[in-house]
């Protein structure tokens, strides 16, 4: 809510300035500040002309002698409209003017000026200025400008949270800062008076609570005085004519909305409040028409509507400048329906956001006087007659204040003289017994205040929150939980996947976990939740894979040039069977930079299935996990290039070469792993492992190769001579260190696997006769049963 | 036996000024076959008895004059052809200017739950998680959100395909799975994913990152609340930071505040980061509200609690000075490299 600096001094007495007032404002819960002060300058002060002559060496200069009342100075001035006796602003030396213009003393022709007498446009308060600046006569001499001149105003912006609807008005800031500061409020004088009935209203819905008609006949539309038209547009409201206007002004004084309309364009001279019927229309003040539903209330006459109920008038009721008699209206809708009407129709109003913050039974009888006053005041006329219909009985809210309760919460005892003082500024009524219990009946602008601790937050909120001091928590009365045992909210295996990757130079990314479902067509992937309201395209559906997204996220940066991308992500995904914690990691291009001594060594390895695959071994924290072929490869993966991870005989992951067909249009291929933390123990960290002794005696390195056919899978051989190995032989560890075919050297079909063997015997040093021996048995072995031949 | 005397001063003499190859023909000149001092000694038969004692002992301790003097002019020489090796190796420190591995990175988002977690942690936290997908009873009801109340016109929110589930608004439905899985004393954080359905421009997005704290037993009060968030600040920034504490309003707390913090950037004075306020809004908190407790069967005349929820995204930026929430979601590496 915007307001005045100014206006409010009208309702409480108060000596802070703008900035001052704005953070008393926000300490009190009510965020607050100066977003515009028109007072732009410093140094000026106001001062009197005690003499003008002519300046002896330019016809259009004067020289004035000008006191501030301390001193005199001596001021060269080139407007003609000065002259003796007025009172002026005077920017001193050392002054800065708006747009940063400094006053220093200066010679003007000759002649030193200790200053400048300023215009309204030297102080940026108008575009153009013919002359200088005159103050009233009567305006004290010496005094800062800004705290003489009325138009100087400063305008705040208050945040008014949801639950204080009480506050979008100049009444409720001022209870705020009198609850605070402890004054009381000046409410405006109201008269009352008894009048005929207004038998033409009907209340057919129960959404509409009370119903307040007035009846004014005899007005003469016009412009509204300055005053008022000022105020409206400090609190950011156009002026429109006196009896808008008058009705505006009240809801920013008060909060309680009003609507006025020319009751004789009405083709029935009826006022029904009733829900509209499907599919009606309405042509709103706006310009616009809507459709409304029988869940939204209407203001209408025999045939249609005139105005949407709590949210925007009608078009076709208007008041214009033949307006001669005008019907008042205050009401109080549920909050709830004007809510949903306001969002429905995707139409707010100044008026639906203070009817949907709820208002104030009492107010709302107060305003129906204040603003029939001032519209007779404004406008002329004659109050008719009223109306005030109510379809509910209102009950105040009492509540039992237990002082106890109070420092239970707070942790901080506050007396109870305080606490009934400061609730009792804020129009609570009390009764104080016996045994520390307060009753107290709220007011009925203060529908937020519900229970005990609603009051509680009251007396803390004045009290202001900073006055209560903070101790430094005691250890023992902080170890008092228990819950959970995790270490990180991150998975123990996600620290360590994170950790591994960070040193071989992967960069971490965020994903959202939307995506448009088009996005999932590239991959074959299916969604299984599809946002019902987006607002984007891209908020689509929950993404079924981190896949779609990383593989974005490398487009953009070989987009940019990057020729080595290596990223990994932990999010969740969301699947058949609900939303599953996943880690996957994606790479492209070259395994290392570009450096100089790769070059010179000829070295430059790109990302490819073998290398990936290394990674995803070497990350993965025990040797459980087991890597096996991809028996059922999803199709995004190269049908040839891809593996399963096996973990207690569960598939937990996959990985592999994207399929080049997805990849199309990138030069390398692109490694791919996904891994489901949620099919196994994702507490799962690095695991015990278990002390085996073993010989001290070197080991003995022999390289054998051999040739196989090229459709022999592999963990075939592996599978013999780690069987060899295990048998707890001489044969101790293998590598492979070479694996090639070549149809000229081997012929079709074959390929050739070189290791490397390392031979021990725990007590002895081993003798070159009982290595071949081994090795001969294992080539044997190779040979019996996978027709395995040693390479020529 | 002048002899020998003169022997000695000759070659220490030698010695003192040879390289590798002079000093094996040395020992080859003086201890080799023919060598003058073997000569010596093979021909000690030629002397008397009496002086066939002396010679031989001379002749011997020139012999392991010589060979010690060898063998430290061997030492010294070796470590000189050292030195001069490594100074021939040397290599320009300023030419390292790129490594052959590219550094990893840690996304700053997470980076900032894992340090916030510790400090928590630190003061008797433990870490609890909760799902993504919600429905209406976690994410509002039971956090004293009713249906058609404004609050819900403010956090916009994903509803799924079927109406009934939704993606959380905030993490506090996780203190009500917490809650009902047990009984107090509690004492968690809640760090997860946030979904708001709004358009993102540079201070929102509709995915961001809350750490929700909660803590409920008999006596807390709002003033532990002060103090552990007083605390958690002062570790996590910077100790004697000036913060306030704000009232505000959330509907599962009561009272409630918000909490600002000095600007660390211009020290309070106001710069265009905290839009010349001087403060940086930093979290939300309060004292659990009875009806949240009730809704879990605690009874609130028995336990208070407090609970706080900060955003992750925000304490980031800030940290970090990121002017735009976007750039977390975008992965360039350009940018994730910075961390």
């Not at chain 1, 108008?126 to 004290?140: A, P, Q, V």
């Not at chain 1, 960070?502 to 939307?514: P, R, T």
């Not at chain 1, 780690?722 to 070479?738: H, P, Q, T």
Request: hydrophobic share 40%; proline share 3%.
């Amino acid at each position: 809510m915007r307001l005045s600096y100014n206006w409010l001094k009208r309702f409480i007495d108060f000596d802070f300035n703008p900035q001052e007032l704005a953070s008393i404002l926000t300490s009190i819960g009510i965020e607050t500040s100066v977003v515009s002060s028109k007072c732009c300058w410093s140094g000026v002060v106001t001062a009197k002309v005690l003499d003008v002559q002519k300046h002896p060496y330019a016809d259009k200069l004067y020289l004035c002698k000008v006191s501030d009342g301390l001193k005199d100075y001596s001021i060269i001035c080139g407007a003609k409209n000065v002259s003796s006796g007025q009172v002026v602003p005077l920017a001193k030396i050392g002054a800065v003017l708006p747009g940063g213009i400094k006053i220093k003393k200066s010679k003007i022709r000759g002649i030193y000026s200790e200053g400048m007498i300023c215009s309204k446009e030297e102080l940026g308060l108008e575009k153009k200025s013919d002359g200088i600046l005159i103050l009233d006569k009567n305006t004290e001499v010496g005094v800062v400008l800004e705290n003489a001149l009325d138009e100087i105003d400063s305008v705040l912006e208050a945040e008014i949270t949801l639950n204080r609807g009480d506050c979008l008005s100049y009444l409720g800031i001022a209870r705020e800062i009198g609850a605070k500061i402890r004054k009381t409020l000046s409410i405006p004088a109201i008269k009352t008076f008894d009048v005929q009935d207004l038998n033409c209203i009907e209340v057919k819905s129960d959404l509409c609570r009370r119903y307040i008609g007035v009846l004014i006949s005899g007005v003469k539309i016009g412009t509204s005085p300055l005053w008022i038209a000022n105020v409206l547009e400090k609190s950011g409201i156009r002026p429109i004519n006196n009896v808008v206007d008058a009705a505006n002004y009240v809801m920013i004084e008060l909060g309680q909305p009003l609507h006025v309309f020319d009751i004789t364009k009405l083709e029935s001279k009826k006022v029904v409040i009733r829900n509209a019927a499907d599919c009606e229309t309405i042509a709103a003040l706006n310009g616009k028409e809507y459709k409304l539903d029988a869940d939204m209330i209407v203001i209408a006459d025999d045939k249609k509507p005139v105005a949407i109920a709590g949210v925007m008038g009608g078009e076709y009721s208007c008041i214009d400048e033949k307006t001669e008699t005008v019907f008042l209206e205050i009401a109080i809708f549920d909050a709830g329906s004007i809510r949903k009407t306001s969002k429905k129709l995707n139409l707010s109003s100044d008026s639906s956001y203070r009817f949907e913050r709820g208002l104030s039974w009492d107010i709302a009888e107060f305003a129906s006087w204040r603003a029939a006053n001032l519209i007779v005041e404004l406008a002329g006329g004659l109050v008719k007659a009223r109306k005030d219909l109510q379809t509910v009985k209102y009950e105040r809210t009492n509540i039992v204040l237990r002082l106890e309760r109070v420092s239970k919460i707070l942790g901080y005892n506050v007396k109870e003289d305080e606490i009934a003082e400061i609730l009792r500024f804020l129009s609570v009524d009390l009764q104080q017994k016996k045994g520390g219990i307060i009753l107290c009946t709220i007011p009925s602008w203060r529908n937020d205040i519900k229970i005990e601790v609603d009051l509680v937050e009251e007396i803390a909120r004045i009290k202001g929150y900073d006055n209560i001091l903070p101790v430094v928590p005691s250890p023992e009365k902080h170890d008092a939980c228990v819950y959970t045992s995790n270490n990180s909210f991150l998975p123990c295996i996600v620290e360590e996947f994170r950790n591994k990757l960070n040193g071989l130079g992967f960069s971490e990314v965020l994903n959202y976990s939307f995506l448009e479902a088009g996005e999932l067509k590239k991959f074959n992937l299916e969604y299984f939740y599809k946002i019902a309201n987006p607002l984007l395209k891209e908020n689509e559906v929950l993404r079924p894979s981190l896949l779609p997204a990383l593989y974005k996220n490398l487009l953009l940066n070989i987009g940019y040039g990057c020729e080595r991308i290596a990223l990994f992500e932990y999010g969740k995904i969301f699947t058949g069977s609900g939303e599953k914690k996943t880690f996957a990691v994606i790479m492209c291009g070259r395994v290392w930079q570009e450096w100089w001594k790769w070059v010179e060594q000829k070295i430059s390895p790109k990302y490819d299935f073998y290398f990936g695959a290394g990674i995803v071994r070497n990350i993965l924290p025990s040797d459980k996990f087991i890597i096996a072929e991809n028996l059922n490869p999803k199709s995004y993966y190269h049908s040839g290039k891809t593996a399963d991870i096996i973990y207690r005989e569960k598939l937990v992951g996959e990985f592999g070469i994207l399929n080049p067909a997805i990849t199309d249009g990138i030069r390398e291929e692109v490694f791919y792993f996904e891994i489901d933390l949620d099919s196994f123990d994702s507490v799962y960290g690095r695991e015990n492992p278990i002390y085996k002794a073993y010989s001290r005696l070197p080991m003995v390195k022999r390289d054998i190769s051999i040739v196989a056919d090229k459709n022999l899978e592999f963990s075939k051989i592996d599978g013999i001579i780690r069987g060899v190995i295990r048998s707890g032989g001489i044969l101790k560890e293998y590598s492979l260190f070479s694996m090639y075919s070549d149809g000229y050297k081997l012929g079709d079909n074959k390929i050739s696997y070189s290791f490397r063997l390392f031979y021990k015997n725990d007590e002895r040093t081993l003798t070159d006769e009982e290595v071949n021996e081994d090795i001969n048995t294992l080539l044997g072995e190779l040979y019996v049963k996978l027709g395995v031949k040693l390479r020529e | 036996m002048d002899d020998i005397k003169r022997i000695v001063d000759e070659v220490t003499q030698k010695i003192r000024s040879a390289n590798i190859e002079i000093l094996e023909n040395i020992k080859s000149e003086y201890l080799g076959k023919n060598g003058v001092v073997t000569k010596i000694l093979k021909s000690l038969s030629h002397y008397s008895v009496e002086d066939r004692k002396k010679v031989g002992f001379e002749a011997n301790r020139v012999k392991s004059v010589i060979e010690s003097g060898i063998k430290e002019r061997k030492e010294v020489l070796k470590k000189a052809s050292l030195a001069e090796k490594m100074r021939k190796e040397k290599v320009d420190c300023s030419s390292i200017f790129y490594f052959p591995f590219s550094k990893g990175s840690f996304h700053p988002v997470l980076q900032t739950i894992q340090d916030m977690s510790l400090v928590f942690k630190s003061l008797g936290f433990s870490i609890a998680e909760g799902p993504e997908i919600e429905t209406d009873w976690y994410n509002f009801k039971a956090l004293n959100i009713p249906e058609n109340h404004p609050v819900k016109n403010v956090t916009d929110t994903f509803y799924l395909n079927d109406m009934r589930n939704l993606l959380r608004t905030h993490t506090s439905p996780g203190q009500v799975h917490v809650m009902e899985k047990q009984k107090p004393p509690v004492k968690v954080i809640i760090p997860g994913r946030v979904y708001r359905n709004e358009s993102s421009d540079a201070s929102h997005s509709s995915t961001f990152h809350q750490i929700e704290g909660l803590r409920v037993d008999k006596d807390v009060t709002f003033l532990d609340l002060k103090a552990v968030l007083t605390k958690f600040i002062h570790s996590f920034f910077c100790r004697g930071l000036n913060l306030r504490f704000r009232p505000s309003y959330f509907q599962f707390t009561e009272p409630s505040a918000e909490v600002d913090i000095q600007c660390l950037f211009c020290k309070g004075r106001g710069c265009s980061l905290c839009k010349n306020s001087g403060w940086i809004e930093m979290l939300g908190c309060g004292m659990v509200h009875p009806n949240v407790l009730k809704a879990v069967n605690y009874d609130s005349e028995i336990y208070t609690g407090y609970a706080f929820g900060i955003g992750v995204e925000r304490v980031a930026m800030f940290k970090y000075k990121i002017d735009d929430i976007r750039l977390f979601y975008e992965n360039d590496l350009r940018f994730l490299k910075q961390f």
